[in-house]
T-cell receptor, first 118, second 115 residues
C-alpha cells in the first residue's frame, strides 16, 4: 500500500515571495504519477501540477514547479511570486501507473494550509 | 464545457437513514471515482466506476455502494448512516485511456452532516 505524508500542517508567505511545500511518499512501485492539488474554500479540488515518475525532468506550470527526488521519495512544490489567490489547502497525491489505462486511485496526503499575506 | 457537477451541495440526515449522492462527469469523460474527505483531512478513495461496473474499491464497508448509468453519471449510496459518515464527498471524473494522462477532475462535493 502507498502512503503520502505532508509534514507541514500550515505555512504562510508574503505576497510576491516564494514558498515550498513538502511531500514524501512510500511505495514499492516503480511506475507512478505524483500530483499537487489545491482546494480553496470553495471546496473544489483543482490540479496544480503533475509529474510522471519515469521522467527525470521536474514539471513546471507557470509559477509552480516541483522538485522530484525519486530515490528519496520526495516531491516538493515551489510557488514563486505568491498571489493572494494561492491561499488554499494543498494536497500531494500518488497514483500507481495503471498499465496503460486511467483507472488508478489517488492516495492523498493530509494537506498543508497555505496562507498568502498582503 | 460543463465540469464535474454534484448534487446536492449540502445534506443533513439522521443516524440510521440512507442517502444518495449524485455526480455528472465532465463532458467526454467515462470514468467516475468517489472520495470521502473528513474535515481537515485528505480525501480517501471509496470506489471507481467504468462501463457501469465497480473497478476498484477502497477500505469502506458494504454500506457504501454505487452505480454508474449508461450516460456515465454516477450515484453514491450510503445505508445505515453513522455519525462518522459526516464528511465532504467528492466525485472525480477521468478518461479510461492512457492518453488521458491519468488526470482526475473534481466536483465541488456534497457536504453530508449526520445528526
Amino acid at each position: 500500500a502507498q502512503t503520502v505524508t505532508q509534514s507541514q500542517p500550515e505555512m504562510s508567505v508574503q505576497e510576491a515571495e516564494t514558498v515550498t511545500l513538502s511531500c514524501t511518499y512510500d511505495t514499492s512501485e516503480n511506475n507512478y504519477y505524483l500530483f499537487w492539488y489545491k482546494q480553496p474554500p470553495s471546496r473544489q479540488m483543482i490540479l496544480v501540477i503533475r509529474q510522471e515518475a519515469y521522467k527525470q525532468q521536474n514539471a513546471t506550470e507557470n509559477r509552480f514547479s516541483v522538485n522530484f527526488q525519486k530515490a528519496a521519495k520526495s516531491f516538493s512544490l515551489k510557488i514563486s511570486d505568491s498571489q493572494l489567490g494561492d491561499t488554499a489547502m494543498y494536497f500531494c497525491a500518488f497514483m500507481k501507473y495503471g498499465g496503460g489505462t486511467s483507472y488508478g486511485k489517488l492516495t492523498f496526503g493530509q494537506g498543508t494550509i497555505l496562507t498568502v499575506h498582503p | 464545457d460543463a465540469g464535474v457537477t454534484q448534487s446536492p451541495t449540502h445534506l443533513i440526515k439522521t443516524r440510521g437513514q440512507q442517502v444518495t449522492l449524485r455526480c455528472s462527469p465532465k463532458s467526454g469523460h467515462d470514468t467516475v471515482s468517489w472520495y470521502q474527505q473528513a474535515l481537515g483531512q485528505g480525501p480517501q478513495f471509496i470506489f471507481q466506476y467504468y462501463e457501469e461496473e465497480e473497478r476498484q474499491r477502497g477500505n469502506f464497508p458494504d454500506r457504501f455502494s454505487g452505480h454508474q448509468f449508461p450516460n456515465y453519471s454516477s450515484e453514491l449510496n450510503v445505508n445505515a448512516l453513522l455519525l462518522g459518515d459526516s464528511a465532504l464527498y467528492l466525485c472525480a471524473s477521468s478518461l479510461y485511456l492512457a492518453s488521458a494522462k491519468n488526470i482526475q477532475y473534481f466536483g465541488a462535493g456534497t457536504r453530508l452532516s449526520v445528526l
